[in-house]
């Protein structure tokens, strides 16, 4: 309905854990056991604190992974499918090409800044497609908060990043990185439609909110300049 700059260069920060997540679903299934493997002990940005041989149900992990946007869940989830990282990036590559993602290279799983992980917003809409097929992550990235004792030993609430949950968006992701801005993937469920945005490179105002304001923008514009008309009635005479 609307684009601008689709083809152009971008980092996708954390947006990259949905290719992750799919990786993920396409080896296991959310009620499995996972045991969880950490051969980096230095993984920056925001991470849940894991640790190697704790062992969680494969829906936890995804919900470290999509709800709290834990850098050491990808991981976790990384060595979980692969022998190793290097070779899950590769699967994450090969399935970009099998969605037409030719703009797109992932150097790692979690989104974190490398001047060869990128993509385009056009690919990333590929990939929303992609991810809007499976149902484990929709219903995982619409939850506003998961409850967790396998970390702590204490029942903790992990909050989702995702501010937009009250007004209709249950979901896909959220991602903020210096070469990205703030960023965000909406999946609007409302009434009469439902709607995906991309937005990349929202300004990094202090309450780190701009990628939802300007999410809601689009949406509104969605709605307001095409909106659904009844042409026709049930029962009308057209001929």
Same mark, same amino acid.
Do not use: C
């Given at each position: 309905?609307?684009?601008?700059?689709?083809?152009?260069?971008?980092?996708?920060?954390?947006? +990259?854990?949905?290719?992750?997540?799919? %990786?993920? =679903? $396409?080896?296991? *299934?959310?009620? /499995?056991?996972?045991?969880?493997?950490?051969?980096?002990?230095?993984?920056?940005?925001?991470?849940?604190?894991?640790?190697?041989?704790?062992?969680?149900?494969?829906?936890?992990?995804?919900?470290?992974?999509?709800?709290?946007?834990?850098?050491?869940?990808?991981?976790?989830?990384?060595?979980?499918?692969?022998?190793?990282?290097?070779?899950?990036?590769?699967?994450?590559?090969?399935?970009?090409?099998?969605?037409?993602?030719?703009?797109?290279?992932?150097?790692?799983?979690?989104?974190?800044?490398?001047?060869?992980?990128?993509? +385009?917003?056009?690919?990333?809409?590929? %990939?929303? =497609? $992609?991810?809007? *097929?499976?149902? /484990?992550?929709?219903?995982?990235?619409?939850?506003?908060?998961?409850?967790?004792?396998?970390?702590?030993?204490?029942?903790?609430?992990?909050?989702?990043?995702?501010?937009?949950?009250?007004?209709?968006?249950?979901?896909?992701?959220?991602?903020?990185?210096?070469?990205?801005?703030?960023?965000?993937?909406?999946?609007?469920?409302?009434?009469?439609?439902?709607?995906?945005?991309?937005?990349?490179?929202?300004?990094?105002?202090?309450?780190?909110?701009?990628?939802?304001?300007?999410?809601?923008?689009?949406?509104?514009?969605?709605?307001?300049?095409?909106?659904?008309?009844? %042409?026709?009635?049930?029962?009308?005479?057209?001929?």
């Amino acid at each position: 309905m609307y684009s601008k700059n689709i083809h152009e260069r971008i980092s996708p920060a954390s947006l +990259t854990k949905l290719m992750t997540a799919i %990786l993920f =679903l $396409e080896k296991f *299934n959310i009620n /499995e056991q996972v045991t969880i493997i950490i051969e980096k002990n230095n993984i920056e940005g925001k991470i849940a604190n894991l640790e190697s041989d704790m062992v969680m149900q494969a829906g936890e992990l995804l919900d470290f992974l999509l709800v709290y946007s834990a850098n050491d869940a990808a991981h976790a989830i990384a060595m979980s499918v692969s022998n190793t990282e290097q070779e899950f990036i590769f699967m994450m590559n090969e399935k970009a090409t099998s969605l037409g993602m030719k703009d797109t290279n992932f150097m790692n799983s979690h989104g974190l800044d490398d001047p060869e992980h990128y993509t +385009t917003l056009y690919d990333l809409l590929l %990939l929303s =497609l $992609e991810v809007i *097929n499976y149902d /484990e992550i929709i219903v995982s990235t619409g939850k506003q908060y998961f409850n967790s004792d396998s970390i702590t030993g204490v029942l903790t609430k992990y909050y989702s990043t995702n501010e937009l949950i009250n007004d209709n968006f249950n979901g896909l992701k959220t991602g903020w990185t210096k070469n990205a801005g703030l960023t965000f993937i909406g999946l609007y469920q409302g009434p009469n439609r439902n709607i995906i945005t991309l937005v990349n490179k929202s300004k990094t105002d202090n309450k780190k909110e701009n990628h939802f304001l300007d999410t809601l923008i689009l949406k509104e514009l969605s709605i307001e300049t095409f909106a659904l008309k009844n %042409l026709v009635n049930k029962g009308d005479r057209l001929a």
